[in-house]
């Protein structure tokens, strides 16, 4: 089963528990000993969905949903997907496991709905709405509902948006969204984020970052998440001098995900060679 803590975790909150003696302990660290503070107040136990994850994005004007590239994160902090649950450690989209098939299924069976209840309930959405989804031998189900662009699947879905966003969004407000169409550039992206060193746990921050320029080099793109700027005078032996921002200024770490590094390519191969290389 799954043992969520029904508040804001930060993307953490969730303990997939293997058997009853691991959900009591997740009930414990959650409940008793507040592992997650205020959000485990109270507690959702799921069903364990088996099956490959995938995000979808659809961007609604709270009548027509038109899908985003399905999208493909990864959770836990370690190579291979071992490790705790974390925020997300990387992306990649096109993600082959919800082909257009599967895409147009979740649209009329999961988001349509959603976005046509929100509607009659009084209470309609405009924007991006995202849809986790397991993709299982019965097909999509819900996993999570945000209203938002997800993170880090939007640094590997938007590089590939061919279509202004801008025109997009206001098609929203408008709510006349059914006469625009998305293009997409051909090929693959795939982000991988830096963190520091211990998160989801504990961590340093006021590291000195560098490297930023060479990565815009090699033509990758380059997002900014847990950073901030500092006098360099404060760094003892002036590392990242050199690293843009206003002068005088060096970015350092301020969070647990610090920086998400995003490739392009023709293939999915050619994207995480050129993310890695960054």
Excluded at 13 to 35: S, Y
Excluded at 47 to 57: C, N, R, V
Excluded at 81 to 108: H, K, Q, S
Aim: net charge negative; hydrophobic share 45%.
């Amino acid at each position: 089963m799954v043992v969520k803590a029904d508040g804001l975790a930060a993307g953490k909150g969730v303990v997939v528990a293997e058997g009853l003696a691991c959900a009591e302990n997740a009930l414990q660290e959650i409940m008793l000993h507040k592992r997650f503070g205020q959000a485990g107040e109270r507690v959702v136990i799921e069903e364990f969905l088996h099956g490959e994850e995938a995000s979808l994005l659809a961007l609604t004007d709270g009548y027509t949903v038109l899908p985003m590239l399905p999208a493909q994160d990864h959770k836990r902090v370690g190579d291979g997907d071992i490790g705790p649950n974390t925020g997300g450690m990387g992306a990649y989209a096109p993600a082959p496991v919800l082909d257009e098939a599967g895409v147009a299924r979740a649209v009329e069976e999961i988001l349509q709905p959603a976005v046509a209840g929100l509607a009659q309930e009084g209470s309609p959405f405009r924007g991006c709405l995202y849809a986790g989804l397991m993709i299982t031998a019965e097909g999509p189900k819900v996993v999570e509902f945000n209203a938002r662009f997800g993170d880090p699947e939007t640094q590997a879905i938007l590089p590939l948006l061919d279509t202004d966003l801008a025109d997009l969004l206001e098609a929203c407000v408008r709510g006349d969204l059914a006469g625009a169409q998305l293009r997409w550039r051909p090929g693959a992206a795939l982000t991988v984020v830096l963190a520091a060193a211990g998160y989801p746990g504990p961590h340093e921050t006021g590291r000195p970052i560098t490297g930023l320029d060479d990565a815009a080099a090699c033509g990758a793109l380059v997002f900014h998440a847990g950073t901030r700027l500092v006098p360099a005078g404060r760094i003892a032996d002036g590392s990242g001098e050199d690293e843009g921002g206003p002068e005088g200024y060096i970015p350092v770490t301020a969070g647990g995900r610090v920086l998400s590094v995003t490739g392009i390519g023709s293939t999915l191969q050619a994207a995480r060679d050129l993310a890695y290389e960054a």
